[in-house]
């Protein structure tokens, strides 16, 4: 970790033409900051911020070059493209042996665990163990900062993580997540996972939690041009309504059907008009 950021630093540095005596000062002295660009110490995230003011480069920018740069992030961005393409195909066999071999691979026991929730929205008799999913779950109430891995493991998980868990997690992953002005990829997904969490939410009738994520929504919305996430989430909104036996839900929902066809977006108009076509013959009272 530490060899990697002080080599972004190096990069960044010697790009700029600027000399280490030009950001050294009494608090961080040049052989200082040279043992950290070659990786043989540590400096503070303070220090690292202020050498960052001097050299005119935020902490978004130097994050973003980091995060280009660093082959583990890009190997799990990596198999993620693997899995959605196995996923999209309906490939059981090609996730199933992605579990059992290595070579294109080294996952880690969270990346199984994922695979394995992803099968399971294929195939129910495949699924994580409770104790593969405890152990997860335990790893993500410890995280204190949310960012890409972490916002990705809950989302592929949720399917089989139980409600009590996953809506806690969804609420501790709206307060923590690493947001970057530069770079508003968290964000879309933060807000397409809490999209999620409402439809489950409607689904086990926990019309509190609904109230509350439908908050946090639009406020993650406002502002912003997603049109994918605003028409799902208009769909929600009305599955909502339509739950709480409110007339306009209905019509909610089908103004995001047009939405999708409109767009030309099949898959999209095919799952939800299934979804909406499921749940419209009947809807009971309100609980909480």
């Given at each position: 970790?530490?060899?990697?950021?002080?080599?972004?630093?190096?990069?960044?540095?010697?790009?700029?033409?600027?000399?280490?005596?030009?950001?050294?000062?009494?608090?961080?002295?040049?052989?200082?900051?040279?043992?950290?660009?070659?990786?043989?110490?540590?400096?503070?995230?303070?220090?690292?911020?202020?050498?960052?003011?001097?050299?005119?480069?935020?902490?978004?920018?130097?994050?973003?070059?980091?995060?280009?740069?660093?082959?583990?992030?890009?190997?799990?961005?990596?198999?993620l493209e693997y899995i959605r393409k196995a996923y999209s195909e309906q490939e059981i066999d090609t996730l199933?042996?992605?579990?059992?071999?290595?070579?294109?691979?080294?996952?880690?026991?969270?990346?199984?665990?994922?695979?394995?929730?992803?099968?399971?929205?294929?195939?129910?008799?495949?699924?994580?163990?409770?104790?593969?999913?405890?152990?997860?779950?335990?790893?993500?109430?410890?995280?204190?900062?949310?960012?890409?891995?972490?916002?990705?493991?809950?989302?592929?998980?949720?399917?089989?993580?139980?409600?009590?868990?996953?809506?806690?997690?969804?609420?501790?992953?709206?307060?923590?997540?690493?947001?970057?002005?530069?770079?508003?990829?968290?964000?879309?997904?933060?807000?397409?996972?809490?999209?999620?969490?409402?439809?489950?939410?409607?689904?086990?009738?926990?019309?509190?939690?609904?109230?509350?994520?439908?908050?946090?929504?639009?406020?993650?919305?406002?502002?912003?041009?997603?049109?994918?996430?605003?028409?799902?989430?208009?769909?929600?909104?009305?599955?909502?309504?339509?739950?709480?036996?409110?007339?306009?839900?209905?019509?909610?929902?089908?103004?995001?059907?047009?939405?999708?066809?409109?767009?030309?977006?099949?898959?999209?108009?095919?799952?939800?008009?299934?979804?909406?076509?499921?749940?419209?013959?009947?809807?009971?009272?309100?609980?909480?």
């Amino acid at each position: 970790m530490k060899s990697s950021l002080g080599k972004i630093l190096r990069k960044i540095r010697r790009g700029k033409n600027i000399s280490l005596t030009s950001i050294s000062d009494k608090y961080l002295s040049k052989s200082q900051i040279s043992r950290f660009e070659r990786g043989e110490s540590e400096i503070s995230c303070i220090r690292l911020i202020n050498i960052l003011d001097k050299m005119n480069v935020t902490l978004d920018e130097f994050m973003i070059l980091y995060n280009n740069d660093n082959k583990k992030n890009q190997s799990f961005i990596d198999l993620l493209e693997y899995i959605r393409k196995a996923y999209s195909e309906q490939e059981i066999d090609t996730l199933i042996n992605l579990l059992n071999t290595q070579d294109k691979f080294q996952l880690s026991k969270f990346d199984k665990t994922m695979i394995k929730s992803i099968l399971y929205t294929i195939d129910s008799s495949i699924k994580p163990s409770q104790e593969e999913l405890l152990e997860l779950t335990d790893y993500l109430f410890k995280v204190e900062f949310w960012g890409y891995y972490e916002i990705i493991l809950l989302g592929n998980c949720a399917p089989t993580i139980d409600y009590s868990s996953l809506i806690l997690l969804t609420r501790e992953m709206l307060r923590n997540y690493i947001y970057s002005s530069l770079n508003k990829n968290n964000k879309k997904l933060v807000t397409q996972l809490a999209i999620n969490c409402l439809i489950t939410s409607i689904e086990h009738r926990k019309f509190n939690d609904c109230n509350y994520l439908i908050k946090k929504i639009k406020k993650l919305l406002d502002g912003e041009l997603n049109y994918y996430e605003q028409t799902v989430f208009l769909y929600a909104e009305g599955f909502f309504e339509f739950k709480k036996s409110k007339s306009k839900g209905r019509e909610k929902m089908e103004q995001a059907l047009q939405v999708f066809e409109i767009l030309g977006d099949t898959t999209m108009l095919t799952n939800y008009t299934e979804h909406y076509l499921k749940i419209i013959n009947g809807s009971t009272e309100a609980t909480d």
